[in-house]
């Protein structure tokens, strides 16, 4: 209707005037405590990521040795790139549920203004916290290769 889209209307102007006097006012850096909330905000998924792929990778790529690469005769290297082949697709997969069960574990978004965002300081403590927990992720990730000494041993033995 004419009413709804005026009024809409009225409120977008609205906004883009606060959007402009808030340009004009110089923006604090985000705090300190508002830095660790953006630091395990970034952090906690890319755990969950980390460890996802480290494990399927693992898993996949000893399976793929031990199976096809016995038959076709392809070499560790090659069982290991197949493997990450398979843990790249189960990570687009699963990037959805990794975010959901992250949220659900009560970690809100960081309270900051877009400029707050935008700054320095609270882009690399997103980046801190990913590369961090990527690397905890993975290092968790590493768990099935306490399970897989048997095989190896075995098919050393065959060749």
């Known amino acids: 209707h004419s009413t709804e889209r005026s009024c809409l ?8 005037s606060i959007a402009i006097a808030q340009e004009k006012l110089e923006v604090a850096p985000p705090s300190p405590g508002q830095l660790k909330h953006v630091f395990f905000h970034n952090a906690l998924p890319f755990v969950g990521f980390g460890f996802l792929d480290n494990a399927i990778m693992i898993a996949a790529g000893t399976q793929i040795e031990l199976s096809i690469g016995v038959v076709l005769g392809i070499s560790t290297m090659a069982g290991a790139a197949l493997g990450n082949l398979v843990s790249d697709l189960a990570g687009l997969g699963l990037a959805g549920y990794v975010e959901a069960l992250a949220s659900r574990l009560g970690l809100s978004i960081p309270d900051l203004t877009p400029k707050q965002a935008d700054m320095w300081q609270t882009r690399l403590s997103a980046h801190l916290g990913k590369a961090i927990g990527v690397t905890i992720g993975c290092i968790l990730g590493m768990f099935p290769l306490l399970f897989f000494g048997d095989e190896e041993e075995k098919l050393e033995e065959k060749n």
């Open 9 to 16: 209307l009225r409120e977008l102007h609205r906004f883009e």
